[in-house]
């Protein structure tokens, strides 16, 4: 058995992430890769503010004479709901689309309908066809795969899309920010961009029941270059822009809004919460909670030694997990016993299914020098 080993600077361990590399100093290689990035994107925190109002500005000139100024995707969380008030704030016209996947716990679908009420945003709910759905998460569980998020996150990003070309849209605003999400473990956060990957693991592991043409999709045509270059949509992430804290977000949230916490990050989707809860834990031996929380620590959110102490404390009562459990077996039709053949299967990676993979990563690298976020 190979030595346990931490970082000096965050919490990331080889417990939860294989990939785990420490230098001389004790630092890993998360921290190295976050700090690369912030001077990536250090320009925008120099008079960010003045500079994120003179691109709101120009979203509002772009958008005159059109419904909307810009499309904000929502899914109830802390980063995209901050969002959609900051956008407010600057007076944007937005389309708020939310993608209901058929997780959505009853709070999320209480704190996205509370926001767009108060801020007055036309909101737009795309419902994904539940048999297409669930026959597709339900391949990924047999896949051996590590990342069973990926049938969520890509019809996310492929319906904003669809949404901002049905309604001429060229700008969407992305609540994803270096300030919270600024370590996330490579061990099993392969791409959710790769329709190719994602049609194999159904081709092999599926019932083969439905076709997947009802899913919102991108393939590496639409996402790379049609949507971006053709179409011209750019992506904004504001939040890089000025000093977000979640912790004040919340605070700001639920004063304002009456928005509720769901006591972890992306539990606003009770397929999520059992996949960082129930499914990393019990087959990979991973806790996600320690990319979330060294991304705090790194960020100056949260101090190293409180961040020991959380993720020491259990994510949630025993009997809390197993009935989040039971409730994705029973809605995804997967005995006790599949189950644990699930448990018992040999792990898989991607490159055990067909994919884009080198192609994806050429096209990030061109697109970044392209198109500036």
């Given at each position: 058995?190979?030595?346990?080993?931490?970082?000096?600077?965050?919490?990331?361990?080889?417990?939860?992430?294989?990939?785990?590399?420490?230098?001389?100093?004790?630092?890993?290689?998360?921290?190295?890769?976050?700090?690369?990035?912030?001077?990536?994107?250090?320009?925008?925190?120099?008079?960010?503010?003045?500079?994120?109002?003179?691109?709101?500005?120009?979203?509002?000139?772009?958008?005159?004479?059109?419904?909307?100024?810009?499309?904000?995707?929502?899914?109830?969380?802390?980063?995209?709901?901050?969002?959609?008030?900051?956008?407010?704030?600057?007076?944007?016209?937005?389309?708020?689309?939310?993608?209901?996947?058929?997780?959505?716990?009853?709070?999320?679908?209480?704190?996205?309908?509370?926001?767009?009420?108060?801020?007055?945003?036309?909101?737009?709910?795309?419902?994904?066809?539940?048999?297409?759905?669930?026959?597709?998460?339900?391949?990924?569980?047999?896949?051996?795969?590590?990342?069973?998020?990926v049938p969520q996150d890509h019809c996310f990003i492929a319906a904003?899309?669809?949404?901002?070309?049905?309604?001429?849209?060229?700008?969407?605003?992305?609540?994803?920010?270096?300030?919270?999400?600024?370590?996330?473990?490579?061990?099993?956060?392969?791409?959710?961009?790769?329709?190719?990957?994602?049609?194999?693991?159904?081709?092999?592991?599926?019932?083969?029941?439905?076709?997947?043409?009802?899913?919102?999709?991108?393939?590496?045509?639409?996402?790379?270059?049609?949507?971006?270059?053709?179409?011209?949509?750019?992506?904004?992430?504001?939040?890089?822009?000025?000093?977000?804290?979640?912790?004040?977000?919340?605070?700001?949230?639920?004063?304002?809004?009456?928005?509720?916490?769901?006591?972890?990050?992306?539990?606003?989707?009770?397929?999520?919460?059992?996949?960082?809860?129930?499914?990393?834990?019990?087959?990979?031996?991973?806790?996600?909670?320690?990319?979330?929380?060294?991304?705090?620590?790194?960020?100056?959110?949260?101090?190293?030694?409180?961040?020991?102490?959380?993720?020491?404390?259990?994510?949630?009562?025993?009997?809390?997990?197993?009935?989040?459990?039971?409730?994705?077996?029973?809605?995804?039709?997967?005995?006790?016993?599949?189950?644990?053949?699930?448990?018992?299967?040999?792990?898989?990676?991607?490159?055990?299914?067909?994919?884009?993979?080198?192609?994806?990563?050429?096209?990030?690298?061109?697109?970044?020098?392209?198109?500036?976020?």
């Amino acid at each position: 058995m190979s030595e346990y080993k931490i970082c000096k600077r965050c919490i990331m361990d080889t417990t939860s992430d294989p990939d785990l590399i420490l230098d001389a100093d004790g630092i890993c290689n998360y921290c190295h890769a976050y700090d690369a990035a912030v001077k990536r994107i250090e320009y925008k925190k120099i008079n960010g503010e003045k500079k994120l109002e003179d691109i709101f500005n120009t979203i509002k000139a772009d958008g005159k004479g059109k419904e909307y100024d810009c499309l904000l995707g929502i899914s109830g969380g802390v980063d995209s709901s901050f969002m959609a008030y900051l956008a407010k704030k600057y007076g944007l016209r937005v389309l708020a689309v939310h993608v209901d996947a058929g997780w959505n716990s009853e709070l999320a679908v209480q704190n996205i309908e509370n926001m767009c009420k108060k801020l007055e945003y036309d909101l737009h709910t795309v419902v994904v066809d539940w048999p297409t759905m669930k026959e597709l998460q339900r391949a990924y569980m047999f896949s051996g795969l590590a990342n069973l998020d990926v049938p969520q996150d890509h019809c996310f990003i492929a319906a904003c899309a669809q949404m901002a070309k049905k309604f001429g849209v060229k700008y969407v605003l992305n609540g994803n920010n270096l300030a919270t999400e600024g370590i996330l473990s490579t061990a099993y956060q392969y791409s959710n961009r790769d329709w190719r990957n994602i049609k194999d693991v159904y081709k092999k592991c599926g019932r083969g029941k439905i076709s997947l043409r009802k899913y919102p999709h991108q393939n590496f045509w639409e996402m790379y270059f049609m949507y971006p270059i053709l179409h011209k949509v750019k992506v904004i992430f504001p939040l890089d822009y000025i000093q977000y804290s979640k912790k004040k977000a919340i605070e700001l949230l639920e004063k304002e809004f009456d928005w509720k916490y769901y006591g972890g990050k992306h539990y606003e989707s009770r397929f999520t919460k059992f996949f960082q809860e129930v499914y990393l834990p019990q087959k990979w031996g991973w806790d996600k909670r320690r990319d979330h929380i060294s991304s705090l620590i790194v960020g100056g959110e949260m101090t190293r030694e409180d961040g020991l102490k959380e993720i020491a404390i259990l994510p949630g009562e025993k009997s809390d997990l197993e009935e989040e459990r039971k409730y994705v077996m029973k809605k995804l039709d997967i005995s006790e016993m599949e189950w644990s053949q699930i448990l018992a299967m040999p792990a898989k990676t991607e490159d055990d299914y067909r994919n884009n993979k080198r192609m994806v990563g050429f096209c990030v690298g061109i697109k970044e020098k392209i198109i500036k976020a």
